[in-house]
């Protein structure tokens, strides 16, 4: 061998190496650009779901399959290498114009999913709100009506579900369930209910929470405005206090169920013997007879002083308010019996 042979290896090792490290530098170039590439998304952009079970490979799979993610290898490499592949979190995503693979890869770890909002109205009874979330196209689902056994195991050891819900707006995911909501709006009602229970005004007729509840509905049901409620809490705690009988219309309404048309007549408050006729019956009903609100709540554990025991409707969802039966009696026949076209007596959620 010549003197120089070595030298020659020694400069062709160098030049192999080179090579070398210019090639992984060049895959690595280009996959950082890959990797930075603003993926091939619809203007609208799309969603992605990812269901319980799904793998990254399988999700990065699919995104190739439907023209999303070019190299779908590279996405899983690299939640590989960061420890992130087992940590995708289900739901559904929105991908917009823009998303490159890193910030595909830090959408999915977040779990930030497309969000849902459901809103039970103050006042409905638990049927409507049972209809108005299995309408919601979304949600899974699973209830058989308000007499479930779920919804009963939920609320006990009441033995009705009635009213134990609280009428917010709730935000939700693909994948939560009608019980689901229910049970935050059951949780919620109680964490309001016990706020306001301890805040309650000194010598209230109420021996439990519960029948402060109670209260609350019948008040939602009879106010059409809502600077009014603390007013006519005031009424219907001070018939309680007196031994007065409450003598309201929706308790009745409740009562008939099915049974109601529409229109309350007088053979109803005279016939109807059930609890929920609070014409006939001392106290409070047995149950509440809708799902009051906070404000609702708050007016029957904090009523306005005063010494009216009467109201009548005036048509406009407002009331007049009388200490007097003789007063009550003209307001009767001011408001009753000539009554304008648009009357209501009760707020329209009935």
Known sequence: MSPTAPSRAVRLLSVLGLLSVLAVALVAAVAVQRWRTPLPLPESGTVLLVQPGDSLRSVANRLRDEGVLPHPELLVAWARYRGLDARIRRGEYRLAPGLNTGSLLELLVSGQVIQYQVTLPEGIVLGRAVDILRAEPVLENTLAGVGDPRLLQLVAPWEAAEGLFLPESYRYERGTSDLDILRRA??????????????????LPYATPYEALIMASIIERETGVPEEREEIAGVFVRRLTLGMRLQTDPTIIYGLGDAFDGNLRRQH???VDNLYNTYRHDGLPPTPIALPGRAAIHAALQPAAGDALYFVARGDGTHEFNATLEGHERAVRKYQLKRRDDYRSTPETQ
């Not at 109680?190 to 301890?198: I, Q």
């Open 269 to 271: 408050l005279r016939d």
């Open 186 to 203: 059951h949780r919620a009602m109680l964490e309001a209910l016990e706020a306001e229970w301890e805040r309650r005004a000194p010598d």
